[in-house]
């Protein structure tokens, strides 16, 4: 019943102090090759996701110290969010919230109420201690 309600698995974001290393080590030891990056300067957000097609890993850092520091938890890499496709994300947004669940930007520095437009998507994130201690985050493309 979850799958019907998130939609499809989009990818994984593991966050990490250096960038390039982390995407060297992912396509050396795994065999994953470089699909995109993304940049969200607004965020402070670079990413690069490795992979084809759905289950792609994102890898991205933060240009905030501060911030990257928080999410890294003293490691250098870790993983930090599941993300899903979704349709109807105002409905999921609202359903989720219900159980408790709260949101945040992507940077983590701000909380939100409703999904933002990022590029081709709208999109929110969940405040992890809000969600059972995963981050979630909810992917809807923009109607054309």
């Not at 050396?28 to 992979?51: K, M, N, S, V, W």
Request: a negative charge; aromatic letters at 8%; one cysteine or more.
């Amino acid at each position: 019943m979850i799958a019907a309600v998130f939609g499809d698995f989009d990818h994984v974001g593991w966050v990490v102090r250096d960038l390039d290393e982390a995407a060297t080590w992912a396509r050396e030891a795994l065999g994953l090759e470089l699909a995109r990056t993304a940049t969200l300067p607004q965020y402070g957000i670079d990413a690069y996701f490795l992979g084809p097609g759905s289950g792609t890993l994102e890898i991205f850092t933060l240009a905030d110290a501060g911030l990257l520091d928080a999410r890294l938890e003293g490691q250098p890499r870790r993983l930090d969010h599941v993300a899903f496709r979704v349709q109807g994300i105002d409905a999921l947004t609202a359903m989720l919230r219900a159980s408790g669940a709260r949101f945040c930007t992507p940077d983590r520095a701000q909380e939100i109420a409703e999904p933002l437009e990022v590029g081709p998507m709208r999109q929110i994130w969940t405040v992890p201690a809000s969600t059972g201690g995963l981050a979630l985050q909810l992917n809807e493309p923009l109607a054309h």
